[in-house]
C-alpha cells in the first residue's frame, strides 16, 4: 500500500510546524496574556470594575452564557463587561508576529502601491489596531464605551451601525478574513467566567506592576496581585 500524498518537502514541513504553533497561540498565548491584562486594566479603571459588578449583580452574581449570549430575543446582560474585555485586547492583542500572505499571480494594489506576484504582505495586529485614522483620536485609551456607541453609517439593509459592528470589521486581534481565529468566542468565554469569579469573590490590589514582554506573544510576567476576599464561598 502506497501513499497519495506527495512527499514532504522543507516548505510543507515548515507550514505543518507553523500551523501547530498557531494553533497553540490560544491556549498558551492569547488567554493567559489577555486574563492578567483584564484584571490589570480593571485595576487602574476601578468605575468600570464597579460597573461590572453591578452588571453580574443583576443575575446573582454568576456569569451565565444564556445571559451573554444574543439569540432568540434574549439580550446580553453583560454589555460593559463584554466591552471592557474587548478594548483590553484591542489595546493589548496577545499575537504581536505580523500574519503575512503570498501575493497571487494578478498582483496586488493597495491604495497608490502596487505589490508584485509572488511578495509576502503580513499585517500585525497592534499596529491595525491603533490606526488612529481608523479608531479615532482616542485610540491609545481605554474606553470600553466605544464599543456601546452608535457609528454616523448605516448597514446595508438601512438599520443603524453599531460600533462594535465597525470596530470588528477594522481590528486584528482575533485575525480576520477566512482564517479568522475559530476559537474567539470560546476565549471570551473562558476571560469573561474566570473574571466574573475573581470580581464576585475579592478586592483587588496590585502589589507589584507586570512587565510587558514583546517576542512572538505578548506576555504579562510579574504581576502580584492582593486578594481580600468580599463574601463567603
Known amino acids: ?22 494553533h497553540s497561540a490560544g491556549a498558551l498565548g492569547v488567554v493567559p496574556h489577555t486574563q492578567v491584562r483584564v484584571i490589570h486594566e480593571l485595576t487602574l479603571h476601578p468605575e468600570t470594575m464597579q460597573k461590572i459588578r453591578e452588571e453580574l449583580a443583576t443575575t446573582d452574581n454568576t456569569f451565565r452564557l444564556d445571559d451573554f449570549l444574543s439569540y432568540n430575543g434574549r439580550e446580553n446582560k453583560y454589555p460593559i463587561f463584554e466591552s471592557a474585555v474587548r478594548e483590553t485586547i484591542r489595546l493589548h492583542p496577545a499575537v504581536s508576529f505580523s500574519l ?50 452608535d457609528h454616523p453609517t448605516a448597514m446595508l439593509d438601512g438599520e ?12 486584528f486581534t482575533f ?35 507586570p512587565e510587558e514582554v514583546h517576542t512572538l506573544f505578548n506576555e504579562m510576567p510579574g504581576m502580584e496581585v492582593l486578594l481580600s476576599r468580599r463574601c463567603a464561598v
Open 175 to 209: 485575525g480576520a478574513g477566512g482564517r479568522v481565529c475559530i476559537g474567539r468566542h470560546l476565549a471570551m468565554f473562558m476571560m469573561m467566567k474566570f473574571t466574573a469569579a475573581v470580581l464576585r469573590e475579592f478586592d483587588i490590589r496590585v502589589v507589584k506592576q
Open 1 to 22: 500500500m502506497y501513499s497519495t500524498h506527495p512527499p514532504l518537502t522543507p516548505k510543507t514541513l515548515f507550514f505543518g510546524r507553523l500551523t501547530i504553533l498557531l
Open 100 to 149: 503575512s500572505r503570498e501575493v497571487p499571480p494578478s498582483g496586488c494594489q493597495l491604495h497608490q502601491y502596487h505589490i508584485p506576484p509572488g511578495y509576502n504582505v503580513g499585517m500585525a495586529s497592534y499596529q491595525v489596531n491603533y490606526d488612529e485614522a481608523y479608531f479615532g483620536p482616542d485610540v491609545a485609551q481605554f474606553r470600553p464605551e466605544r464599543w456601546l456607541e
Open 160 to 171: 443603524k451601525r453599531s460600533m462594535k459592528n465597525y470596530i470588528e470589521a477594522g481590528w
